[in-house]
């Protein structure tokens, strides 16, 4: 049985096994599933390779233990989700709950505009009252939300820039951008800058779904989730919520940290994609699709 994320995050084996890394190491977050779509969570270090423009990584870096992590939780408030609002908020107060003892976590609001209910804490209670003071109103700043919560962890994970600490978004939304007054090129450019894993769900009802064409609010949230390394979520009832939100959970306890010092000596600011692959058969693996080398020295 699989154990709960506050469970795990709490062991003694986390306090030996969480590293340091510097300002070279690329760090990656990935998670394995079977072909059932079960978590693969006992591998060792052997079992995994890295590869970076197709060149082998030599991992210095590994643990099968989560680290802690820095979290931000966006909810769409605009006026269509007056209805979903309240289980959509049940959802995320059952998720942080689940965090663990160094976990950290912030609450953003968004409609018209996006507000930060709730700054970073570990108080569990606290981020249930900013949860719950939530109200539907507005159209929906999607891209300023995601934007906000970006440079928000940035700050966050500073605060112990020595201790490798895992960062990840949470993002509800019930409808596409209508109101930021950033586009989609820059989010996605500043996510893939960024060491946040983004996790979407995309609530929406069966009207909504187009019959044929381009859906952007699909295309927005399923590209953030598959370039940063998270996952897509596609629910059309409210009440599918809290089990998404476990799910979430879930993967986040049953993640590999890997981190490997780069073989190219480049600094030219350019952009590397980054494989990941275990060698057990039958077995997916998801991380980030990539990351920015490091520019010129000035």
Known sequence: MRMALALLLSTSALAAQIFRGGADVVLLNVTVTDGSGHFVSRLDKPDFQVFEDGVPQEISNFSRDPQPIALSILLDT???????????????????RRLGAKDLAQVISFDTHADIRQDFTNDSAILEK???????????????????????????????????RRQSII?????????????????????????VSIYTIGLRSKEDTPLHGFNEADFVLRTLAQETGGRVYHVD???????????????????YTIGYTSKNPKRDGAWRRVAVKVNRPTTSVRTKSGYFAPGPVR
Request: hydrophobic share 40%; proline share 2%; net charge negative.
């Open 78 to 96: 605009s006026t269509s989700m007056e209805r979903k609002l309240p289980i959509a908020q049940e959802a995320a107060v059952g998720f942080v």
């Open 130 to 164: 900013a949860i719950r003071r939530t109200q539907a109103g507005g159209s929906t700043a999607l891209y300023v939300a995601v934007y906000t919560a970006l440079d928000s962890l940035k700050g966050a994970v500073a605060q112990s820039a020595d201790t490798i």
């Open 171 to 195: 993002v509800l939304s019930d409808g596409e951008d209508t109101s930021s007054l950033i586009d989609y090129d820059q989010v996605m450019e500043a996510a893939k800058r960024s060491e």
């Open 237 to 255: 009832d409210a009440a599918q919520l809290p089990g998404i939100y476990q799910q979430i959970a879930d993967e986040l306890a049953n993640q």
